[in-house]
T-cell receptor, first 113, second 112 residues
Framework: EADIYQTPRYLVIGTGKKITLECSQT?????MYWYQQDPGMELHLIHY???????EKGDLSSESTVSRIRTEHFPLTLESARPSHTSQYLC????????????FGPGTRLTVT | QKEVEQNSGPLSVPEGAIASLNCTYS??????FFWYRQYSGKSPELIMF????GDKEDGRFTAQLNKASQYVSLLIRDSQPSDSATYLC????????????FGAGTRLFVKA
């Protein structure tokens, strides 16, 4: 069973606030990902990381930033939240030594008022 | 054209029937193929993966891969109401490193 955690699970915050969504995994996976998904819609990759100190932007333009200082930790930060950021944010990880299957965390549902 | 295409559904099958979910992909160099199940409001969970042509069976699930036709499918035997969910097909491309492209998903509804 995958051990990947996200906090908070739900967040309601006002416009202009800075927020950080946390993601941690205990599997020692080198690759981590952030996806954005609106209800009933497809997943969109917004950031990914090959390993420590390596981050890349995904296919969907995002105003968020990420960091990867430790293998197990991949936080996502929004400097100034806007209502358009309201969505579900999903973190995932994979191990390049296997078949690259991704394991997902439970997600953070963000609402910006 | 999307890189990974799935029929959005909903696909409706009676309990006990076989549900057949299909997916096509555009990159011939794709290496690995995955099926995820996503319940409403939840995160995707991996059902199985396949990377060789042919069939791969795991319990009630069978994944089928045909690289020549760029086609991958998932069969669910003895479908149960608890199988009602959105099924996501995902493909790892040969180019672009380890990025995986997800399809938009097929909604499956199993009627009791």
């Amino acid at each position: 069973e995958a051990d990947i955690y996200q906090t908070p699970r739900y967040l309601v915050i006002g416009t202009g606030k800075k927020i950080t969504l946390e993601c941690s995994q205990t599997m020692g996976h080198d690759k981590m990902y952030w996806y954005q998904q609106d209800p009933g819609m497809e997943l969109h990759l917004i950031h990914y990381s090959y390993g420590v100190n390596s981050t890349e932007k995904g296919d969907l333009s995002s105003e968020s930033t990420v960091s990867r200082i430790r293998t197990e930790h991949f936080p996502l930060t929004l400097e100034s939240a806007r209502p358009s950021h309201t969505s579900q944010y999903l973190c995932a990880s994979s191990d390049s030594g296997r078949s690259y299957e991704q394991y997902f965390g439970p997600g953070t549902r963000l609402t910006v008022t | 054209q999307k890189e990974v295409e799935q029929n959005s559904g909903p696909l409706s099958v009676p309990e006990g029937a076989i549900a057949s979910l299909n997916c096509t992909y555009s990159d011939r160099g794709s290496q690995s193929f995955f099926w995820y199940r996503q319940y409403s409001g939840k995160s995707p969970e991996l059902i199985m993966f396949i990377y060789s042509n042919g069939d791969k069976e795991d319990g009630r699930f069978t994944a089928q891969l045909n690289k020549a036709s760029q086609y991958v499918s998932l069969l669910i035997r003895d479908s149960q109401p608890s199988d009602s969910a959105t099924y996501l097909c995902a493909v790892r491309k040969d180019t672009g490193g380890f990025k995986t492209i997800f399809g938009a998903g097929t909604r499956l509804f199993v009627k009791a």
